[in-house]
């Protein structure tokens, strides 16, 4: 059975700092993992997916890593900004399923 | 419009009533499923369908029933509301066949049972 565990589970930083999310799995075999940020009280937001047989993914200020084989994926935000705070998923797909980890709560202080 | 719409968005409703909630997207998806989200728990996966009449358990299916009779809709039903069942649930959709594809999401339903 797919675990997804995410590390740590609440984070608050200066703004300005870069910062590491950190998620690992514990079955390789894995389609894709995607982040996604979430809002309170709203709907998820896809950030960047990468594909099983790719090693990073970058969107702007984010830059997001998979490591099958260790069953690792980073989340590296860049010089961060206090709209940045949210709660950030990252979710495994095995094919047929996609399991989420429970999330790390971000705050960016001001 | 494209996308995936949940109906309703907010209900609040009594102990042992049945209640449907509704999923519908626009894309012609073959995977659909339905998750809860709560407090210190994350997202759980209560069903999930491949594909039109074929639906199977995720993590959390007790108390739910779902049906797939096409493609576009995914209802979800509890049969028998509990107050364990008060929650925010959300739908999504996923084009299978690219390991590339996305998965997408409706804007969630928020349920209180009472």
């Known amino acids: 059975k797919q675990e997804v565990t995410q590390i740590p589970a609440a984070l608050s930083v200066p703004e300005g700092e870069n910062l590491v999310l950190n998620c690992s799995f514990t079955?390789?075999?894995?389609?894709?993992l995607q982040w996604f940020r979430q809002d309170p009280g709203k709907g998820l937001t896809s950030l960047l997916l990468?594909?099983?047989?790719?090693r990073e993914q970058t969107s702007g200020r984010l830059n997001a890593s998979l490591d099958k084989s260790s069953g690792r994926s980073t989340l590296y935000i860049a010089a961060s900004q206090p709209g940045d705070s949210a709660t950030y998923l990252c979710?495994?797909?095995?094919?047929?399923?996609?399991?989420f980890g429970k999330g790390t709560r971000l705050h960016i202080l001001p | 419009d494209a996308g995936i719409t949940q109906s309703p968005r907010y209900k609040i409703t009594e102990t042992g009533r049945q209640v449907t909630l509704m999923c519908h997207q626009t894309w012609s998806h073959s995977y659909m499923f339905w998750y809860r989200q709560d407090l210190g728990h994350g997202l759980r996966l209560i069903y999930y369908s491949a594909a039109a009449d074929i639906t199977d358990k995720g993590e959390v299916p007790d108390g739910y029933v779902v049906s797939r009779s096409k493609t576009e809709n995914f209802p979800l039903t509890l049969e028998s509301a509990t107050r364990s069942q008060t929650s925010v649930y959300f739908c999504a959709s996923y084009p299978a066949g690219s390991s590339g594809n996305t998965i997408y999401f409706g804007e969630g339903s928020w349920l209180t049972v009472v």
């Open positions: 079955d390789s075999a894995i389609y894709n």
């Open positions: 979710a495994v797909n095995e094919g047929d399923k996609i399991i």
């Open positions: 990468i594909q099983s047989s790719q």
